[in-house]
């Protein structure tokens, strides 16, 4: 999904870059119009002064919804001899969703792996999950691996 991969992107990059790093979403260097040879990434790598390549594989996902009930009101009135009523009742739903990634750091000058991890992202409440809340929470999870392993220091 380009729409996803989009928005993770630049989360993450945010992300990174509130702590004083530098960060490039890869759609920005690689447009999705064509494949790219090792040799033509190296080169972009390369011209752009990149050191690391993250790579963020979505692992799946698991979506729940739970029917909790109805909320249900209404009201009366008489006014001259007429009776006026109005009732309405409203389901009241919970989602819930997990999703899990696995990250691979790649050092652009070697090609060797830096850093491997996996993350999972979970969410719950009365209101949809949207895909940017996933984005925003993965973004900062990746990013607080990064510093904890040393490979993003806070400016």
Same mark, same amino acid.
């Not at 940017?132 to 999870?141: C, D, E, N, R, T």
């Given at each position: 999904?380009?729409? &996803? ?30 494949? &790219? ?14 050191? %690391? ?19 249900? &009101? ?12 109005? %009732? ?11 999703? %899990? ?5 790649? /050092? ?9 991890? /996996?993350? /999972? ?14 984005? &925003? ?19």
């Amino acid at each position: 999904n380009l729409q &996803y991969a989009s928005l993770l992107q630049n989360e993450v990059c945010k992300s990174i870059q509130q702590d004083g790093a530098a960060c490039v979403p890869a759609l920005d260097l690689f447009p999705p119009t064509r494949t &790219y040879t090792g040799e033509q990434v190296a080169n972009v790598l390369s011209q752009n002064k990149i050191d %690391g390549y993250l790579v963020v594989s979505f692992g799946g996902s698991s979506v729940q919804s739970r029917y909790l009930g109805s909320l249900s &009101y209404g009201s009366a009135s008489v006014y001259a001899g007429t009776v006026t009523a109005y %009732g309405s009742s409203v389901p009241m739903m919970s989602f819930s969703r997990n999703d %899990g990634y696995s990250m691979v750091l790649i /050092d652009s000058k070697t090609f060797d792996k830096a850093w491997i991890a /996996d993350a /999972d992202t979970h969410a719950q409440g009365a209101a949809n999950i949207t895909d940017h809340v996933f984005a &925003y929470s993965l973004a900062g999870k990746i990013t607080e691996d990064l510093e904890k392993s040393g490979l993003i220091v806070k400016q």
